[in-house]
């Protein structure tokens, strides 16, 4: 079988553009899958295994947000231009562009999956069937179990981190060292990390204005615009199929997503059992069987 073709983009939004990538064939009978990556301010390289869904004849769209990656920075903006609603927008005028916005899929993960919980609370009615993976239902669930998880670390490794956030030495080394040590146990078991991980990582120390701005310095200090963001109380009107994924050791808890599952109508929940926060990277055929025969249910 040949390998499906790939066609690189942008999308005019606003006064900016958003760079996108479609595997496959849009045109196909099967619905098309569109990726919203994390962070915020993340790229969508590190969630590139998802393009293998594409083999099967599904087209998958991945794209920059604005303030990342290969689409437009706009390092100058403050914290009332970055908000959900923009990258909402964002969204909505990307599918328009592609022509996708009567019939579409859509997977997010982390923060990506807060942007697409965000967007199918608005019923939107091309939206055939929606994966939320690794994701928050609230901020607050997300810090109280980032909480509980550092407590687990090695004592001298919390200590480290309690020294250091008291002292506000973030970027001392030995605070970095520490929280490496969480996000090799939660965020990517799988070290040293693959290249699409380590892509999305540099990009996002190239401009980290979106990330700091709406989440924090690190993955658990959440002291951004985002920090009081819920959708505990809107998610029961989440009207399309959900697939809720996430890993054992995830920093997304079983705490974090637990409101996706008691109120979305129709929602199964599926957990990876040797994986943290991103199962694509650490159980990537498990990963895409589980979300490719979902997607094949709601063509």
Wanted: glycine fraction near 8%; include cysteine.
């Amino acid at each position: 079988m040949s390998s499906p073709d790939v066609r690189i983009g942008v999308a005019p939004f606003r006064e900016c553009e958003t760079w996108y990538r479609v595997t496959g064939d849009l045109s196909s009978p099967k619905v098309p899958l569109v990726v919203a990556h994390g962070g915020p301010g993340g790229t969508h390289d590190y969630l590139l295994a998802l393009a293998e869904l594409a083999k099967d004849g599904r087209a998958v769209v991945h794209y920059d947000q604005l303030g990342a990656g290969r689409s437009t920075h706009l390092a100058d903006r403050g914290a009332d231009f970055w908000t959900v609603d923009l990258f909402l927008d964002e969204l909505q005028n990307l599918l328009t562009n592609l022509g996708i916005d009567e019939r579409y899929h859509l997977l997010g993960q982390s923060w990506g999956g807060m942007l697409g919980a965000e967007h199918a609370i608005r019923q939107p009615p091309g939206l055939r069937a929606l994966v939320l993976s690794n994701s928050p239902a609230s901020m607050d669930l997300w810090a109280s179990e980032a909480t509980k998880l550092r407590a687990l670390l090695a004592p001298e490794i919390e200590a480290a981190l309690d020294r250091h956030e008291a002292a506000g030495t973030a970027q001392d080394p030995e605070y970095l060292a520490a929280t490496q040590v969480y996000y090799d146990e939660h965020v990517c078991r799988v070290v040293p990390n693959p290249p699409e991980v380590v892509r999305t990582s540099e990009y996002l120390k190239k401009d980290p204005t979106v990330y700091n701005t709406m989440f924090g310095p690190n993955e658990f200090s959440c002291i951004g615009t985002l920090r009081d963001w819920s959708v505990v109380d809107r998610v029961k009107n989440i009207a399309a199929p959900t697939l809720l994924c996430s890993g054992r050791f995830d920093e997304a808890t079983p705490a974090t997503v637990q409101p996706f599952f008691d109120a979305i109508p129709d929602v199964r929940w599926k957990v990876f059992e040797n994986s943290s926060h991103m199962p694509f990277v650490e159980e990537p055929e498990h990963y895409l069987s589980v979300v490719g025969s979902f997607l094949a249910e709601h063509d």
